[in-house]
């Protein structure tokens, strides 16, 4: 691995991360940003729609809203390099809470792999589509 491979994944990795910091604050004008202007982000397996961000970020604040708490957890990140694109896929588990009007805490939980094609730009790297692939789910 050459010292521009390592920069790129490592510069991958980052947005990855700052993809889910930006929904998991709900800083969506930052999401915005991590994203093409052509970008197209599919939540159909999570029962969300399939768009540019106009349509996916509404969708997610309705979504999220419901609950008091949640985070997206990040595991491995599988980038494979192509030139200025690469194709990516994170594992990520997603623990929400909603609080009960007596303070009992409802967890659910969701996990499975965003897929992303993402582009070398003047800004850095942007995700041109990104699927939410979910896998399984868990309430209680």
Not at 47 to 72: K, S
Not at 76 to 87: R, V
Not at 99 to 119: A, I, N, Q, W
Request: aromatic share 8%.
């Amino acid at each position: 691995m050459d010292l521009q491979e390592l920069s790129d994944r490592q510069e991958i990795t980052d947005l990855i991360t700052s993809v889910t910091l930006a929904i998991d604050t709900m800083s969506f004008t930052d999401l915005r940003l991590l994203f093409t202007d052509d970008a197209v982000l599919d939540y159909s397996s999570a029962g969300g729609p399939t768009g540019d961000c106009d349509v996916v970020v509404p969708w997610l604040e309705r979504a999220l809203g419901g609950f008091d708490r949640f985070q997206h957890v990040i595991g491995q990140i599988a980038i494979y390099l192509l030139g200025d694109n690469a194709q990516v896929t994170a594992y990520y588990t997603s623990p929400r809470v909603r609080l009960d009007p007596d303070g009992t805490e409802k967890v659910r939980e969701v996990g499975g792999y965003h897929h992303h094609d993402l582009v070398r730009t003047g800004e850095g790297w942007r995700s041109r589509t990104m699927v939410d692939d979910r896998v399984w789910s868990r309430n209680s």
